[in-house]
Nanobody, 122 residues
């Protein structure tokens, strides 16, 4: 059974940082590209970032480029997202996901976790 378990969300002030983690199990983690997607209140899912299976290639949405960093530790079956210089508009539920067709840019998802809430507010 594929499981993706996110953690690390919380309530922070604008300009602060968070590090999200996603522990994966039930599939060959190191063989798959992975993504982070988010959903703000009242809005649809938004692709945030993606990373290739071995971690050498990354991609970011324009809205987070330069502020967020995706990484992975295949020895620990764990995906990360470092969120710096957070803005109020980054408030959302963040999900890690296994994208369809092993495409780190894809919004199509095979599996996703239960999410971790990030709230940015002064």
């Amino acid at each position: 059974e594929v499981q993706l378990v996110e953690s690390g969300g919380g309530l922070v002030q604008p300009g602060e940082s968070l590090r999200l983690s996603c522990r994966a199990s039930g599939f060959g983690f190191s063989s798959y590209a992975m993504t982070w997607v988010r959903q703000a209140p009242g809005k649809g899912l938004e692709w945030v970032s993606g990373i290739s299976s071995l971690g050498g290639l990354t991609a970011y949405a324009d809205s987070v480029k330069g502020r967020f960093t995706i990484s992975r530790d295949n020895a620990k079956n764990t995906l990360y997202l470092q969120l710096n210089s957070l803005k109020t508009e980054d408030t959302a539920m963040y999900y890690c996901a296994q994208p369809a067709k092993n495409n780190r840019y894809s919004m199509e998802i095979n599996y996703r976790g239960q999410g971790t809430q990030v709230t940015v507010s002064s």
